[in-house]
């Protein structure tokens, strides 16, 4: 059936990439962003396509729309972004989740949260599994994202008990793919721009930290599939690849695939930075019937030949 959905943070990363897949599949889509770290780029290819919509609005402002489905996805992800107005990420994580909350009351919608491995902070108990509640520095540079987002889980929670909402939500662990930001830090761009172009990689620390590394389809496929789940399955569910590398582990791979000529450069480790973090993934695999497929080397293989494109002209973004 044709539904309506809402997808804030629709013109990112990861919210490009699922207004697509719900297009595919024949729904009506409305993509809400402030394109703060968004770009209109990133969805100009379904631009011509109907029935899609862009609608610029900042969710920590209410919003009034007609819609069968929420994902809120709205909210920058990366440290250097996040960290620019700290402020501001944490009123788009608190006063984003009260706003989309009340609109999926008004509407009886299902509304789902793309809540984050963060929520972890640097975490005791390896793997994380979701009874695990965290070790955040509720002061330091990452707390206004790290805490937003749990204070966006507690607002869920919170209407799902007091008002019978039926909410969702996910834990999205380091996802890759085409139309990752360039420039927004994070691993997996910053070191295959940085071998595209002959440049030093730079290893924060000395690389033994670890992460797992998801493709962004499968993401995409989680959150659909969580989505789709009965009222009685709220989550917090994991949704990640359980397959841990170490950053040393990735620069070399980025340096093999690409035939870079690049030097890896050591520098030094920001602050709060996360030691390691692997998702257990038991209960995904039980209640979504999901598990990712896809191999770092083959997703970055797609990853790098995005970036290789979108190097050569910077205009176009290349179809993945
Ligand atoms: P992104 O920065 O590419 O996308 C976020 C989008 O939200 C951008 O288009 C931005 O312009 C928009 N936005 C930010 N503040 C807004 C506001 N106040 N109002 C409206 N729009 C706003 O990041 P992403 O990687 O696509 O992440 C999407 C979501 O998934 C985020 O909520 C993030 O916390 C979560 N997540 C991502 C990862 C990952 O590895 N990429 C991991 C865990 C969780
Ligand atoms: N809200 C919104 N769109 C709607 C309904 C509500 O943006 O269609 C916002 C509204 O600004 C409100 C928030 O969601 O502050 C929480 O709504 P709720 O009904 O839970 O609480 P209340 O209105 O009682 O504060
Ligand atoms: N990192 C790195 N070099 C870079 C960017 C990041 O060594 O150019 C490290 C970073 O310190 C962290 C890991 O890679 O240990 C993942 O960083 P990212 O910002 O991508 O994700 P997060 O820390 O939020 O998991």
Redesign the pocket.
């Known amino acids: 059936m044709l539904k309506r959905i809402l997808v804030t943070g629709g013109a990112g990363f990861l919210g490009s990439h699922l207004c697509e897949r719900l297009l595919d599949a024949g729904n009506e889509v409305l993509c809400v962003d402030n394109f703060f770290t968004g770009t209109r780029r990133n969805v100009s290819h379904l631009l011509d396509r109907k029935p899609f919509e862009i609608l610029r609005h900042d969710i920590t402002f209410p919003l009034y729309v007609e819609v069968d489905e929420i994902y809120n996805l709205a909210c920058p992800a990366?440290?250097i972004h996040y960290q620019f107005d700290p402020v501001q990420t944490t009123k788009t994580s608190v006063m984003g989740a009260i706003n989309m909350l009340g609109l999926a009351k008004r509407l009886k919608a299902k509304v789902l949260q793309a809540s984050t491995s963060?929520v972890y902070g640097d975490p005791v108990e390896h793997p994380q599994r979701e009874e695990y509640w965290g070790n955040v520095n509720p002061v330091g540079i990452r707390a206004c994202y790290d805490e937003g987002k749990r204070c966006a889980e507690t607002l869920f929670f919170d209407y799902i008990r007091q008002h019978q909402l039926p909410a969702k939500v996910v834990r999205i662990f380091?996802t890759y793919g085409p139309r990752m930001h360039p420039n927004d830090?994070?691993?997996?761009s910053?070191?295959v721009v940085q071998a595209l172009k002959g440049e030093d990689i730079?290893?924060?620390?000395d690389?033994s930290?670890s992460?797992s590394f998801c493709y962004v389809d499968e993401i995409v496929e989680a959150m659909i599939r969580m989505m789709a789940t009965p009222p009685e399955v709220t989550g917090p569910i994991n949704i990640g690849n359980p397959v841990e590398f170490t950053?040393l582990d990735l620069a070399r791979m980025v340096i093999e695939i690409t035939g870079s000529k690049s030097q890896i450069r050591f520098k030094d480790?920001?602050s709060d930075?996360?030691k390691q973090?692997q998702p257990d993934i038991t209960r995904a695999r039980a209640e979504l019937g999901w598990e990712p497929k896809i191999e770092l080397r083959e997703g970055l293989t797609k990853t790098i030949a995005y970036f290789e494109e979108l190097l050569l002209n910077p205009n176009v973004v290349p179809r993945p």
């Open positions: 990366s440290p963060e380091n830090g994070r691993v997996v910053n070191f730079t290893i924060y620390g690389g930290q992460r950053i480790l920001p930075d996360p973090r």
